[in-house]
Structures are given as structure tokens and as C-alpha cells.
């Protein structure tokens, strides 16, 4: 099968808003690969070794690509991208000196080549992420292992954010909570919470491609009684739940996690609140550091008390409670 495959030449520090720009323009996947320099910082203490550089991408840079089937009309939408992509500086988003390429492919050529540079991750001092297809024995019988087939740029954990939001949540959790994940992707945080004590999660995402993903993943798991995923927003957990739908928690909960723009936080603060239980707690992520202030300042003018912030490379999670 044919595909167009749309590159941006971009900067580290745009790749989650413009990812999410070529999904909603349709795109049927997304690859992301970012500087491999060993200039770049890198967090070793879970015994990571880089002794090669990944690739030559600078440092500070990244590629980019979206797949479209061969039948899309590709003109309009590379239009409105480059558009919304040049607005991203009004939201002080640094996308440097941006450059595009399109051209078609044989799906052979991507849809499973990223595979080869997914290998089992440690991303805390007891959980580690193991794609389906590799190999791998724990280390000690502490170590927990989320399998994991993310498809197509739902979350390997690989990236900060994801990494960071999971070492928060095993920072925090005490062992059964009833959480709500926002934005669940390929699920990596709720099974990740699962595995950490939590009772269960209900896992929501608007993608439906997402929400298959997080269903596959679930079930790799064996996390079918633990997790429950729906397509749905935040808020229409309340009528879900007087409907008398089967959620899987009880609102208001003992916990949200959200790793997702700090732009759609600023929007998701005030139904957070509402869902949690008093005292109940709030971690997000994938906040770029030229936003840490915004979203710190809105989430204490909700009457939320900011009680942990977490760092990894340029990007922060907080951890809120419900005052």
C-alpha cells in the first residue's frame, strides 16, 4: 500500500503540538525521532548506557513525519499545517527554522521499521516498559513489565514526558486508588498504575484509534478487570455514571493523571477538579518548560495546592492536591 509521507524538519520543543496537528489532520501515523547526540543530558540512574550516538539529527531538533493514504489531497492540508505551524510562535513555542519534504512510500518502507530502535526500557526503580516483540527477563523480582505494542506514535514511554509522568506515579501511588487517565494513548499509564498498586483505572482518549490501542494493551496485560477504556472527554464521566454505564471507578476519584499539551491542560483544570474526591490528587505532564509558570499559576487560582514538581531534561509534571 502507498502513502504519503509529509516530513518536518522541526524543533524538540514543538514535536507534541505539531504531532498532534498532523492527527487531526488524519494522519494514519505519526514517527517522532529526536537528536541522538551524546551532548544531550540523558538519565542514567536505572543503569541506561548511550555509547553511540542514535542518529545525526542536532541537538535541540527533530523530524517529524506524518502518513496519509496515497488518495488524500495533500495540497490543502500541507496548507492549513504550515499555517498552524507558523501560529505556534504566538504560544512562545521556539519551532526554528522549519523545512518540509513530501513524497510517497510503500507502507513496508515505515509502518514497522521504528520497531528496530524500541527496546525494553527501565523507566523507574521497579517498572520497565518491554515491547511485544523483544525479549527480555526481569532483573530482580521487584521489576514489573508493561508489554507494550504502541502502533503507530501512541507512547513507547521512551519520551520524557511519558517516563517522567510514570516515575511520578510510582512516587505517589500507595496502593488502591481509583484513577482516571486522560489522554490514555496506547494506555501506558494506566497499565503502569495498575502495576504499582492502584485498584482501577478508567482510561479515556477522543482518538478511537488511541482507544483501540489502549484496549490491546489492556489485554496484553491481562488488565481487563483493572482497566477500563472509553472514548470519551472528562467530563461526561458523570453522565456516564448516572446512566448507570460501567466505569470501572467511582467519581469523584482519588486521583487524575494527564500527560498531554500544557495548552489542553489549562482547558482540563476546572473539570479535574470536579472529578477528584477533596484532598485527591492531580499529576500532569508534558508541560514544556517555557509553561511551567501558566500552568503552575492556573492550576493555584482552581484551588489546587502544587505539593511535588518533577523534572527530566526540559519538561515538568506536577503534582497537585484538591484543596
Known amino acids: 500500500m502507498l502513502w504519503h509521507e509529509f516530513t518536518?524538519?522541526?524543533?524538540?520543543?514543538?514535536?507534541?503540538?505539531?504531532?498532534?496537528?498532523l492527527h487531526e489532520a488524519g494522519a494514519g501515523g505519526v514517527s517522532i525521532e529526536e537528536s541522538g547526540t551524546l551532548n544531550k543530558v540523558r538519565d542514567?540512574?536505572?543503569?541506561?548506557?548511550?555509547?553511540?550516538?542514535?542518529?545525526?539529527?542536532?541537538?535541540?531538533q527533530a523530524v517529524i513525519k506524518g502518513y496519509f493514504s496515497v488518495e488524500t489531497e495533500m495540497d490543502s492540508i500541507i496548507v492549513t499545517l504550515k499555517q498552524r505551524i507558523e501560529e505556534l510562535s504566538q504560544y512562545?513555542?521556539?519551532?526554528?527554522?522549519?523545512?518540509?519534504?513530501?513524497?510517497?512510500?510503500?507502507?513496508?518502507?515505515?509502518?514497522?521499521?521504528?520497531?528496530?530502535?524500541?527496546?525494553?526500557?527501565?523507566?523507574s526503580k521497579t517498572l520497565t516498559i518491554k515491547p511485544t516483540w523483544e525479549e527480555y527477563t526481569p532483573e530482580s523480582e521487584e521489576e514489573k513489565l508493561i508489554h507494550l505494542d504502541p502502533g503507530m506514535a501512541f507512547g513507547t514511554g521512551a519520551h520524557p514526558t511519558t517516563s517522567l509522568c510514570l516515575r511520578t506515579l510510582e512516587n505517589v501511588i500507595k496502593g488502591g486508588e481509583e484513577i482516571i487517565d486522560v489522554g490514555t494513548g496506547s494506555g501506558i499509564l494506566a497499565i503502569g498504575?495498575?502495576?504499582?498498586?492502584?485498584?482501577?483505572?478508567?482510561?479515556?482518549?477522543?482518538?478511537?484509534v488511541a482507544v483501540h490501542s489502549a484496549q490491546e494493551n489492556t489485554a496484553l496485560n491481562g488488565m481487563q478487570d483493572s482497566i477500563t477504556v472509553k472514548e470519551s472527554d472528562l467530563l461526561s464521566v458523570f453522565k456516564h455514571q448516572s446512566e448507570g454505564v460501567n466505569l470501572g471507578v467511582s467519581v469523584p476519584v482519588n486521583m487524575v493523571v494527564a500527560n498531554i499539551l500544557a495548552e489542553i491542560i489549562l482547558l482540563l483544570i476546572d473539570d479535574v477538579y470536579q472529578v477528584l474526591e477533596p484532598d485527591g490528587i492531580f499529576i500532569t505532564s508534558g508541560i514544556y518548560k517555557n509553561k511551567e509558570h501558566v500552568v503552575q499559576e492556573a492550576l493555584k487560582l482552581a484551588n489546587f495546592e502544587i505539593i511535588d514538581v518533577n523534572r527530566e531534561e526540559e519538561w515538568i509534571a506536577f503534582v497537585a492536591r484538591k484543596r
Open 44 to 60: 542514567t540512574k536505572y543503569g541506561e548506557l548511550y555509547d553511540a550516538p542514535l542518529n545525526d539529527i542536532p541537538e535541540g
Open 92 to 123: 512562545d513555542i521556539d519551532t526554528g527554522d522549519v523545512c518540509y519534504e513530501n513524497k510517497i512510500v510503500n507502507e513496508d518502507d515505515w509502518a514497522d521499521a521504528w520497531k528496530q530502535y524500541f527496546k525494553p526500557l527501565r523507566v
Open 8 to 21: 518536518i524538519h522541526t524543533t524538540e520543543e514543538s514535536v507534541e503540538m505539531i504531532s498532534n496537528f
Open 193 to 208: 498504575s495498575i502495576l504499582l498498586g492502584a485498584k482501577h483505572v478508567l482510561a479515556l482518549d477522543l482518538d478511537p
